[in-house]
């Protein structure tokens, strides 16, 4: 695409909102804007030229949260003539024409199957002296397709499907994402390849329901399979994968994580209610037994898993009896961490019309309890950890200080967050340090000391690359939301496609 000729010196700035697969679509945005000749703002700039929102559609406020954002722009964009705003992503596929009516100084509104369509639309929008919309109701090209600005040198996600084929009812993101639509294994495979070799040791394969991969090519154990052909690509160190259904958990998925040695021990599995008959209110095609069933099999086969989950306390007709049975769950499967959220209506979705809908003080003190109860058990798992020898990923940032003491972070195999003392030889994110934790708190471990070994990587030398020049314009274009600890970086919501899991 030729590159407008007034973008040479225009930067952009993109904040998103949102799961993982609106994190790995701004970076789909940010590979465009710089392929069209954008740069990325500096982090001391007060506004960019160019501001991008990805948004999301999942929570009730998120339209607030939008509007708000948008009206603090609102005068510097009056005062700043050129500047344009663009707003993409689940709540712009939801509200079309309503957001350029709310809020008229916006310049792009383009939906979830629109992402490389942005910077033509800029530019039309800038020498048409109109707001521009552009929704499409279905995936023509497939997101992997475009370039990509990544966050990070040494991990990255890899998107292997897009789209969703449930109807759970709390959810809107079938509406918005549209339905499954996967990758062929061969495409998928090239990318890792590709990463691979620009030094990248991490990946995470990423899908609405990501063990559902296969339904569209038909093969039910697609998904194990490409577990066991990324795990064999040379160079590769780390393999994760989110979020699964509980309803597609197979026994040769659980096969492929015991047998594969590259594919992590770390399990996110999206529970939303312990209660058999919340979940079918939910829609969620399994029941209580299910779970803890496949929490079983993966304890037995991977005994080191750390496993972690989202929950929502409160849906609609909720009882009492129906939350002891979510906390009998808890502490049955003793996850390592827990998304947990209360009930909010989804405009558009079939549980905001349902009957018994619960009181905000019964949400807010079950919700407590369950915090209460996950945190307790959540401390209890990481000091079983301490003693224990583990390998880390070092990851961006300096980590946290103390008086004098200097620590960094990252990643254990089980994602867990380690905090080390930093070593006397140099380490860069992406290298990789082995040490022994001493003490455990209930959302990070530390491992105070000199660390045991330090491994130097590809993927440090990927970082020193990259960080040997600095950016034209400042540190960056793409904010996430959330400081990067670990990698690739956390979203602003939990995991899982739609933003309360699947």
């Known amino acids: 695409m030729p590159t407008p000729a007034t973008a040479q010196t225009r930067t952009y700035q993109v904040r998103t909102f949102g799961c993982q697969m609106n994190v790995h679509d701004s970076e789909r945005m940010a590979g465009l804007l710089e392929d069209a000749g954008y740069v990325p703002a500096g982090e001391h700039d007060e506004v960019a030229d160019i501001v991008v929102f990805n948004t999301c559609a999942v929570r009730e406020n998120a339209d607030n949260r939008l509007y708000g954002n948008l009206g603090q722009l609102a005068p510097k964009k009056a005062a700043r003539p050129g500047m344009q705003i663009a707003v993409g992503g689940c709540l712009a596929q939801k509200d079309r024409d309503t957001i350029t009516r709310r809020a008229p100084w916006v310049d792009v509104v383009f939906g979830t199957h629109n992402v490389g369509s942005l910077p033509v639309l800029l530019e039309r929008a800038r020498v048409e002296r109109e707001a521009q919309v552009e929704i499409a109701e279905s995936l023509e090209a497939f997101p ?15 998107a292997i499907s ?19 639509k996967d990758r062929r294994p061969g495409d998928i495979l090239a990318e ?21 991969y296969g339904s569209d090519i038909g093969d039910r154990q697609a998904f194990s399979k490409l577990l066991r052909a990324c795990g064999n ?18 026994d040769d998925v659980i096969e492929a994580m015991a047998t594969t040695p590259h594919v992590m021990p770390q399990l996110h599995m999206p529970l939303q209610s312990g209660s058999s008959r919340v979940l079918k209110a939910m829609r969620r095609s399994y029941r209580q037994d299910r779970y803890l069933g496949i929490v079983d099999k993966v304890r037995e086969s991977i005994p080191e898993a750390a496993l972690t989950t989202d929950i929502i306390v409160g849906f609609p007709g909720e009882t009492e009896e129906d ?20 009930y909010s209506k989804r405009p558009g979705t079939p549980a905001a019309e349902m009957p018994g809908q619960i009181p905000k003080e019964v949400v807010q003190e079950r919700y407590e309890r369950l915090v209460a109860l996950q945190e307790e058990i959540s401390w209890a798992e990481n000091r079983r950890q301490v ?26 195999p089980d994602n867990r967050l380690v905090h080390f ?28 000391g000199e660390p045991l070994q330090v491994r130097r990587s590809r993927a440090g030398d990927a970082w020193e690359r990259r960080n040997a020049q600095p950016e034209p314009a ?7 939301g959330l400081p990067t600890v670990g990698a690739p970086p956390q979203p602003t919501e939990p995991v899982g496609g739609c933003g309360v899991g699947h």
């Open 144 to 158: 992997s397709t475009l370039p990509t600005r990544r966050d990070s040198a040494y991990a990255a996600w890899v």
């Open 162 to 180: 897009v789209g969703c084929n449930n109807t759970c009812t709390f959810c809107i993101v079938p509406a918005l994402r549209g339905k499954e």
């Open 192 to 212: 890792v390849e590709a990463l691979v070799a620009e030094g990248v040791i991490e990946i995470t394969l990423l899908g609405q329901n990501v063990n559902a």
């Open 233 to 250: 690509v040379e160079g590769l160190e780390r393999v994760r994968f989110t979020s699964p259904h509980p309803r597609d958990f197979t």
């Open 323 to 342: 939350f002891q049975e979510t906390l009998h769950v808890v502490r049955e499967a003793r996850f390592a961490q827990a998304f947990t959220f209360q």
């Open 387 to 412: 003693g224990r020898t583990v390998e880390v990923l070092v990851a961006e940032g300096e980590g946290r200080k103390d008086g004098a003491t200097r620590r960094l972070s990252g990643r254990a």
């Open 421 to 448: 003392t930093r070593p006397e030889e140099p380490v860069r994110p992406g290298d990789l340090v082995t040490v022994e934790v001493t003490y455990a708190a209930p959302h990070h471990l530390l491992a105070e």
């Open 474 to 480: 400042g540190s960056g274009g793409v904010l996430l």
